[in-house]
């Protein structure tokens, strides 16, 4: 619950950051400029030298408060999970294998086959069936 809020603050925190710093006028005039430059509303409303001053301490407010936002909630996310090794995991005993009915072994797709070919099997021969007429 905390975290999804310092969460979501962080995430608000972040758009006042970007719309302070694209906002303000740098030296080369900035994206400021490029919207009406010195004489747009906000510059007239406020004033040029309190919007720059004014811009400037939110960017640098909303920088901090981000790193801040950013710490907390890295320090509070690597605690509620550790992370686990697989060898920190017991191993399996192996089990028996199933007992034996007398049925042929199936092959495995991972069982070796043997190198030389098996000998034939011979089959008792079995009279085939004589027609009846």
């Given at each position: 619950?905390?975290?999804?809020?310092?969460?979501?603050?962080?995430?608000?925190?972040?758009?006042?950051?970007?719309?302070?710093?694209?906002?303000?006028?740098?030296?080369?005039?900035?994206?400021?400029?490029?919207?009406?430059g010195a004489s747009s509303?906000?510059?007239?409303?406020i004033g040029i030298r309190?919007?720059?001053?004014?811009?400037?301490?939110?960017?640098?407010?909303?920088?901090?408060?981000?790193?801040?936002?950013?710490?907390?909630?890295?320090?509070?996310?690597?605690?509620?999970?550790?992370?686990?090794?697989?060898?920190?995991?017991?191993?399996?005993?192996?089990?028996?294998?199933?007992?034996?009915?007398?049925?042929?072994?199936?092959?495995?797709?991972?069982?070796?086959?043997?190198?030389?070919?098996a000998a034939p099997a011979?089959?008792?021969?079995?009279?085939?069936?004589?027609?009846?007429?």
């Open positions: 619950m905390l975290y999804n809020l310092l969460l979501t603050l962080l995430i608000i925190d972040s758009l006042v950051l970007i719309a302070a710093v694209l906002l303000q006028a740098g030296k080369g005039g900035g994206l400021a400029a490029s919207f009406g509303s906000a510059d007239a409303f309190q919007a720059g001053n004014l811009l400037t301490r939110t960017s640098w407010w909303a920088g901090g408060i981000f790193l801040l936002l950013a710490f907390v909630l890295q320090i509070s996310s690597t605690r509620a999970r550790a992370p686990r090794s697989v060898l920190d995991q017991p191993f399996a005993a192996p089990t028996a294998p199933p007992p034996t009915t007398g049925a042929p072994p199936t092959t495995t797709p991972n069982q070796a086959l043997p190198l030389s070919p011979t089959t008792p021969a079995t009279p085939s069936p004589t027609p009846q007429r």
